[in-house]
């Protein structure tokens, strides 16, 4: 525990951007506006949530109709996309990266 005058560890989460800011340089996962998800090494980000991601995998999830029969077919394409600037106002839902606890 920490005494009277001593900081706090480094690794305190305060604010919500905190848990961004613990996430830089590890791979997160970003869910965006039409159903695009990202997972990517988080480089930078702004208290927006602009963010630049690395070695980013893009997953962008389609429903289509089929005309026979009327169920939703569910398309998935992905690709790899060496450096990302993502926009903060399409911005969802950010994961950080899974830490063991103990």
């Given at each position: 525990?920490?005494?009277e005058?001593?900081?706090a ?6 604010e919500?951007?905190d ?10 996962y970003v869910?965006m506006?039409?159903e ?6 988080l480089?930078?980000?702004d208290?927006?949530l ?8 893009e997953?962008?999830?389609?429903v289509?109709i089929d005309?026979?029969t ?7 394409t992905k690709?790899?996309?060496?450096m ?15 830490r063991?606890?103990?």
């Open positions: 525990m920490a005494e005058g001593e900081t560890p480094t690794g305190n989460v305060d919500p951007l848990i961004i800011r613990l996430s830089l340089d590890e791979k997160i869910k506006r039409n695009r998800e990202l997972k990517g090494r480089h930078a980000y208290q927006h602009n963010m630049v991601l690395g070695e980013v995998e997953t962008v999830t389609v289509e005309e026979e009327y169920e939703e077919v569910y398309k998935s690709r790899n996309i060496p990302l600037f993502v926009r903060g106002d399409g911005v969802i839902l950010v994961s950080p990266p899974m063991a606890t103990g």
